[in-house]
């Protein structure tokens, strides 16, 4: 049986946190099992907010080590930079030419940003996702594991890849969300503010890298309320959040007997902090223990991405060849 291509990245932008790790480092490391893995740091990606230079290489390395530590394995996968494959801005270029700035302008994420930094408003975040789609179609990828904030740039790379075989001829197959769990899965920052993010709100983000003390402390300030007054009430979304982070760490039972708790409306959201606290730190530790050795060995991290590059390119070279053909550039 053929395996099946799948691409994901993330932006070398911060820490990476229990979001991340829900949302997509999970389904890779079950993915690299039996699929033909590309996963990369968008370090391009995150230039659209004009990172310092002296940072860019700490940030990127960072990323590759905590990936490790939670489960990657760069011999399974390509793990590259996606700086470090040519044929990717190559190929943004070309399906530049196929983006309408209408279009672009209507995606949520970028109307976002033009809210929080109207002093740079950049023709990189304006076209954003086209540098996305370039990013899975170089490969040929079929699918996707990212979290659900992700999911519209998919749609928009499936309508880039349609337009090009459209255009040009057959290239591109459909690229789709994939996760293992079949759960679309947001994983809430802990004040109830939005999704858990790299860059806003750190006091309610949980990182990979913080350690007993910081998660006890950001757990217990974690939103909730005075409880549910009727039995079987629905939840609200950040008490529901609590409940995702605690069916992903704790043993079934303890995270039954906290649901039954609720639904018999006597639940000590104190008790269940501090459950979660501690299930959280021992799930925490080892990634952080082995992402700070990791980080310290510079010399692996620069031989895993330029092994991860080889491979890549491998894909990417073809991919761009082809489409170069069918778009008429083959004149020698
Ligand atoms: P980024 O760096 O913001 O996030 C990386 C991955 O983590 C997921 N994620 C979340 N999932 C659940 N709950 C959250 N609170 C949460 N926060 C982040 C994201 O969905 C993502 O899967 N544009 C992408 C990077 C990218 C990419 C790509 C991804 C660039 N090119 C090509 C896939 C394919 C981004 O900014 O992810």
Redesign the pocket.
Known sequence: MSRAIV???????GN??????????QNYVVMQEEQECYF?V?DY?SLTTHPDPKSLKANVFRVVAENIAAGLDPDKVALYA?SDIPEIPELYLMLNMMAYKGELEKVP?FKDKVRQQPDNVNAGLLT?PV???A??LIHK?VK???????EQ??EM?RNFAQRFNTRYGELFPEPHVYRSNHET?????LDGNG????SENEAATIYLCDDDATIRKKIMKAKTDAGPQEPNSVMPDYIQNLFVLLNATATPEIAAHYLAAYNNCNIRYGDLKKQLAEDLANFIRPIREQATELQQDEQSIRRILKTGAEKARDSASKTIVEARKLIGINYY
């Open positions: 691409v994901s990245g993330i932006r070398s932008t990476l946190h229990l979001g991340n790790y829900f949302g997509a480092i990369f968008a990606h996606q994420t954003y540098l996305m789609a990013d899975i990828a996707v594991p990212v979290g659900k904030d992700q740039h998919l790379a899965l947001k994983i809430l920052s999704k858990m993010s790299k």
